[in-house]
């Protein structure tokens, strides 16, 4: 039980376009989604914090104008990576917190070119 | 603020060695979990064990064994007798557990284990 479901698992996007990211709880219902970026060979970052029907909270540092996350149900979260540099590619992974701990998803390895 | 270290970022053994990973955490809140996460080549997160601070039994799992000690603020995570198929990354993470699901996990800087055959 708790799976989240992350798509897409890989997207290569060009430089200045828009890419969204979708997480999906499919046996729970997830009131708080969390997102975390991690750049090769190091730790996961919380960017934001999602919670259904109000406004993310972002970390300090993320930009809430380029990285605009969306929680209009308890069992979807999207995340959409505006106007996409080089520097904005990296592996973007949702979790959810349930009763027995955290769930994650199985990420979204974004490469801008 | 919490705060997790993971002070080796790389360990190197040969397979059926013994492999223990350091971690040590900062926290404010007296109620708070910990957590050991396993990250593979292909990235997704692997669930290995959920600790909370009233909870300073030791415990071992197959191959895997852990040690808490909320006196040096530390939960170590040991893999005996290493299999290649244990490389990965393997993530220490915190969470404070005051209010509901709103709780964030803070994580390690990673200590990535690499098993030679």
């Known amino acids: 039980g708790a799976v989240v479901s992350q798509h897409p698992s890989r997207v290569i996007c060009k430089s200045g376009t828009s890419v969204k990211i979708e997480c999906r709880s499919l046996d729970f219902q997830a009131t708080t989604m969390f997102w975390y970026r991690q750049f090769p060979k190091q730790s996961l970052m919380l960017m934001a914090t999602?919670?259904?029907?109000?406004?993310?909270?972002?970390e300090q540092g993320v930009e809430k104008d380029k990285f605009l996350i969306n929680h209009a149900s308890l069992t979807l979260s999207t995340l959409t990576v505006t106007s996409a540099h080089p520097e904005d590619s990296s592996f973007y992974i949702c979790s959810a917190r349930t009763m027995y701990g955290y769930t994650f998803g199985s990420g979204t390895r974004l490469t801008v070119v | 603020a919490q705060k997790v270290t993971q002070a080796q970022t790389e360990i190197s053994v040969v397979e059926k060695e013994d492999v223990t990973l350091d971690c040590v955490y900062e926290t404010r809140d007296t109620t708070y979990y910990l957590f050991w996460y396993k990250q593979p080549p292909s990235g997704e997160l692997v669930f290995l064990i959920r600790?909370?601070?009233?909870?300073?039994q030791n415990e071992i799992s197959g191959r895997y064994s852990w040690n808490f000690q909320k006196s040096t603020s530390s939960f170590n995570f040991t893999i005996t007798a290493s299999q290649v198929v244990d490389s990965a990354v393997y993530f220490c993470?915190?969470?404070?557990?005051?209010?509901?699901?709103?709780?964030?996990?803070?994580f390690g800087g990673g200590t990535r284990v690499l098993v030679k055959p």
């Open positions: 600790r909370n601070s009233f909870d300073e």
């Open positions: 993470a915190l969470s404070e557990a005051v209010g509901a699901a709103g709780n964030k996990l803070t």
């Open positions: 999602s919670n259904e029907g109000s406004k993310a909270t972002y």
